[in-house]
């Protein structure tokens, strides 16, 4: 997260992996996102701070790009469970 002048950075989230692919709540209270910290790509919620990160995904193929729909109730996300992203 950074203010609108480009400086403050901080960083959201923790862990030895690739965070990627971040997506804000319409609301502003949570993040969505793909990560490699459990060893493969899969798709996280935390708080906005960046606690309390969950995995929604728990599968094997690769899940990233998470997108909220417009009423912040669900996600939408890429994943390449059929054996492609084709």
Do not use: K
Not at 30 to 58: K, M, Q
Request: proline share 8%.
């Amino acid at each position: 997260r950074m203010d609108a002048r480009g400086g403050g950075v901080e960083r959201l989230t923790r862990s030895p992996g690739l965070d990627d692919f971040p997506a804000v709540s319409p609301d502003g209270r949570h993040l969505a996102f793909a990560s490699l910290r459990d060893g493969d790509f899969e798709v996280y919620v935390c708080r906005i701070d960046g606690t309390r990160p969950r995995n929604l995904t728990r599968h094997p193929a690769r899940d990233t790009q998470p997108t909220w729909t417009p009423d912040g109730r669900g996600l939408t996300f890429v994943s390449d469970r059929g054996g492609g992203t084709d």
